[in-house]
């Protein structure tokens, strides 16, 4: 005879449970995302399709594009190595400080990226520690692109390692022990054993790496001195437009910022869906 317990089990909910959880959710997701994502096109299309394209291909604009897409295309593949390279270094190894080094890979998630900036500056800037040995040697960090990409790549710093620490030590060490016994190297276990075991993950690291990249604000417009068609990226050219009051052509450009950013959740959800058929085979 089934009892009450079994025919109700705690991990159910009542239909109306169920119903209320599915509203709030919806609800929340509509008011908070969707709606401000719905506003930003509208408002940018506001004026017709030719100012829209007019503020896309101005030069200033242009030029952000290319300083967002230089600091990711740095910054992402620099964030790569040092994922990679922590990751394995803390599941595959034993060593005095590994819980500092843990602690350190989530300093910029807790340091407000403005701190971020105003540290580079006061050791980088020219009234900083190394400023007057820089300018001596004619070496510009501060309000160039170097800054803007030590900025985006310290910013992103955590996010391929913190993907990748859980899913390596849930697969333990067996695995390339058994390649070291057999006479394997390290590269080899590496490439042949850890790597397909990590490959999607790794790329959903860089994927959230890539997104934060596009989208950093605070750290950038410290260090950058917002140049205008130099060192403004696109999250400052719509600050910039915006504070001109030139609202069509500030929304036209959060809407390019806001389509990286969809085209960035769709390769999320693809990489989801082939990680989930490769477990699923």
Not at 5 to 31: C, D, Q
Not at 93 to 110: M, Q
Not at 240 to 261: K, P
């Amino acid at each position: 005879m089934t009892s009450k317990f079994e025919r109700n089990p705690a991990t159910r909910e009542s239909p109306w449970v169920r119903r209320t959880l599915l509203l709030i959710g919806l609800s929340f997701f509509a008011l908070f995302l969707l709606l401000p994502l719905a506003a930003v096109f509208v408002e940018a299309l506001r004026k017709g399709w030719a100012t829209y394209f007019e503020a896309l291909a101005d030069a200033e604009t242009l030029s952000a594009l290319k300083l967002t897409l230089i600091a990711a295309a740095i910054s992402v593949p620099v964030n790569l190595v040092f994922g990679v390279c922590t990751a394995w270094a803390v599941t595959k190894h034993d060593f005095r400080g590994k819980g500092l080094l843990l602690t350190l890979i989530d300093l910029p998630f807790s340091v407000s990226p403005v701190v971020v900036g105003l540290s580079f500056m006061l050791v980088l800037g020219a009234q900083g520690w190394l400023g007057p040995w820089l300018a001596e040697h004619d070496i510009k960090i501060m309000f160039a692109v170097p800054g803007i990409v030590l900025a985006t790549t310290f910013i992103t710093l955590p996010f391929v390692a913190r993907e990748l620490i859980p899913l390596m030590q849930a697969q333990g060490r067996d695995e390339e022990e058994a390649a070291t016994v057999l006479g394997a190297g390290g590269w080899q276990t590496f490439w042949h054993v850890t790597l397909p075991n990590i490959k999607w993950g790794l790329l959903y690291g860089v994927i959230l790496c890539n997104a934060r990249a596009f989208g950093e604000f605070g750290a950038v417009s410290v260090v950058s001195g917002h140049i205008r068609g130099q060192t403004n990226t696109l999250p400052l050219h719509v600050e910039i437009l915006y504070n001109e009051y030139q609202f069509s052509a500030a929304f036209a450009v959060a809407s390019l910022l806001a389509l990286l950013a969809l085209v960035t959740l769709a390769i999320k959800q693809y990489v989801e869906w082939q990680a989930h058929r490769a477990h699923a085979s």
